[in-house]
């Protein structure tokens, strides 16, 4: 859907936080700035300043940027040189997911606490059917203050909820209410609400597809309503044109499906300079199978498949993968893999981006582990369970990276730590 500024905070109280909610069973609830905020609600000394998080080398990408950074221009997924550029006094910080992802699960507890029907889209932002909560808690606006009210009290964040009769339209209901904020869409008022809005504010609408819309005169979303079907055929394609047909007209059948396992659990990181040492690339592989051994366990899930994803100079990306029979969560594991695939490889010449994926997951407590012929009773998995739990009593930080794998300059330790 089309950015935020598209859609300006607005006060027409035909769409304000007390507008008639009946018919209206679909929140979406989505976190202000979150990866900001979180920073900010760890150093309070912060609190009023403009924050960017994202990569902070030369080739980063902005992450999130609170309020007080986007005053300048700063929006996610721009380049942190062009941040700098815009907002050169900003506080400038690495992504820190371990944080992220706790506070997210400790949010989407509370969207729980009131219906199972909890749709996440991202860590920041989910879909929740409230009908059944109704004799509970009350109608939709009132549920919508009480979990406001929980994250803000609870978490010390603040959210902004949309309030509609279906998934788009509370989508775009949160961005309207964006920052901190509530806004309900009444039922009978969801074409009052929708047809002045830019034609950018619509799923599947980016910029080509706007400028498309808009050399054939269609500017808003009551344009494209009125637009006869076959010109949008002809403009959009056949799947695209009934797509935003329905869309502009209000009507989005979709419920509200919990969540599903993921299938894939990943991280890579883009180097600030191409790398050719071997060495150093060990290292980065080292500590993306760290994270995502991390994820996995705090996830209970478990892969057989371990991926690699290899950037060259010229942008080229080259994947390779291995199956093995038992799968796992352990991060020596997945790394001893990915660098028998990285060596295999051996592409000889600068690598600008690696990236490690556990793929084919399951969920750990339904997969009983078999000790390898002649391995010990308790190692590696045993050592990583004890380090996540010092790290969640005492903070990552005090295990120093990939100090587990006993792997170090490119040298191994046969025999893991004892947990």
Known sequence: MGRSQSLPRGGDPRFG???????????????????????????????????VVGGTGPRGVVSSASYEARRYGVRSAMPTARARALCPHAVYLPPDFTQYSAASAAVMQIFRDVTPLVEPLSLDEAFLD??????????????????????????????SVGVAPSKFVAKLGSTRAKPDGLLV???????????????????????????TLRRLGLATIGDLAEAPVGMLRK???????????????????????????EKSIGAEVTFDVDVTDPLEIRRALLALAEKVGIRLRRAGQVGRTVSLKVRLTDFRTVSRSRTAGVPTDVAREIFDTVWA??????????V????????????????????????????????????????????????????????????RNENPPRP
Do not use: K, N
């Open 17 to 51: 936080p007390d507008a008639d909610d009946s018919g209206c069973p679909i929140l979406h609830v989505d976190m202000d700035a979150f990866f900001a905020s979180v920073e900010v609600r760890r150093r309070p000394e912060l609190r009023g300043r403009p924050v």
């Open 130 to 159: 409230v009908a059944g909560a109704r004799r509970l808690f009350g109608p939709p606006a009132a549920i919508a203050r009480r979990i406001r009210e929980r994250v803000a009290g609870e978490q010390r964040l603040s959210c």
């Open 185 to 211: 869409v009444p039922a009978t008022r969801v074409l009052d609400f929708l047809h002045p809005l830019p034609v950018s504010a619509l799923w599947g609408v980016g910029e080509r597809s706007t400028e």
């Open 235 to 261: 403009a959009l394609g056949e799947a695209s044109a009934a797509h935003l047909h329905e869309l502009a007209w209000g009507r989005d059948p979709r419920r509200v499906t919990p969540e599903q396992a």
């Open 341 to 350: 695939l990285y060596t295999a490889l051996d592409p000889g010449e600068p």
């Open 352 to 411: 600008r981006l690696v990236g490690v994926r556990v793929e084919g997951l399951a969920a750990a407590r339904e997969t009983p582990r078999q000790l390898t012929l002649g391995a010990p009773e308790r190692g590696w998995r045993e050592a990583e369970a004890a380090a996540d739990a010092a790290a969640a009593r005492f903070g990552r930080s005090v295990i120093g990276p990939a100090s587990l794998l006993g792997v170090r300059e490119g040298r």
